[in-house]
T-cell receptor, first 114, second 109 residues
């Protein structure tokens, strides 16, 4: 089945440790996005990528890093520099330049830093 | 800067009609999307507008006015399961997908 997969669904880490969240899609989408959502809040853009080996910072990129070595994969690393990393992280993928086609979301990863 | 505004919370009664507004200021415009999100889950796509006017999809309709930077989502014959957050998102001229803060809708019996 075509879709977008995030793993794991729940993740616990100690403060000061880096952690990498996985996002894989088989929808042949060029664009991929990472969002952060805090309780009762909307989605804030961390990073996005429209093509392999290229990505742009979103509104809250500090303390995060990404890579886009393959079209299907867009992993997000939450570094120790991120001051308040506990949040719900959502990955999405979508077309570039195609009118009328929506972005699809993965199931999300809930990260808790203790 | 880029900005998308929605009301934070709304309440309505089962069977009624509710309209959720969204205003936006973005760098270019390549379409406006509405998503539904239940607590703890991923957003799911509801509707898309790129031209001015009304798009109808069953109990849900969405309207767009590009000149006013304005959209609304209309939900008819409300059901309890419609209690969720509704997210307005705009794709700008670089295909960046920007979301508003979302509107939490509570439907009461």
């Amino acid at each position: 089945d075509g879709g977008i997969t995030q793993s794991p669904k729940y993740l616990f880490r100690k403060e000061g440790q880096n952690v990498t969240l996985s996002c894989e899609q088989n929808l042949n989408h060029d664009a991929m996005y990472w969002y952060r959502q805090d309780p009762g809040q909307g989605l804030r853009l961390i990073y996005y990528s429209q093509i392999v080996n290229d990505f742009q910072k979103g509104d809250i990129a500090e303390g995060y890093s990404v890579s886009r070595e393959k079209k299907e994969s867009f992993p997000l690393t939450v570094t120790s520099a991120q001051k308040n990393p506990t949040a719900f992280y959502l990955c999405a993928s979508g077309p570039v330049g195609e009118v009328g086609t929506e972005a699809f979301f993965g199931q999300g990863t809930r990260l808790t830093v203790v | 800067g880029q900005n998308i505004d929605q009301p934070t919370e709304m309440t309505a009664t089962e069977g009624a009609i509710v309209q959720i507004n969204c205003t936006y200021q973005t760098s270019g415009f390549n379409g406006l999307f509405w998503y539904q999100q239940h607590a703890g889950e991923a957003p799911t796509f509801l509707s898309y507008n790129v031209l001015d006017g009304l798009e109808e999809k069953g109990r849900f309709s969405s309207f767009l006015s590009r000149s006013k930077g304005y959209s609304y989502l209309l939900l008819k014959e409300l059901q309890m399961k419609d209690s969720a957050s509704y997210l307005c998102a705009v794709r700008d001229n670089t295909d960046k997908l920007i979301f508003g803060t979302g509107t939490r809708l509570q439907v009461f019996p």
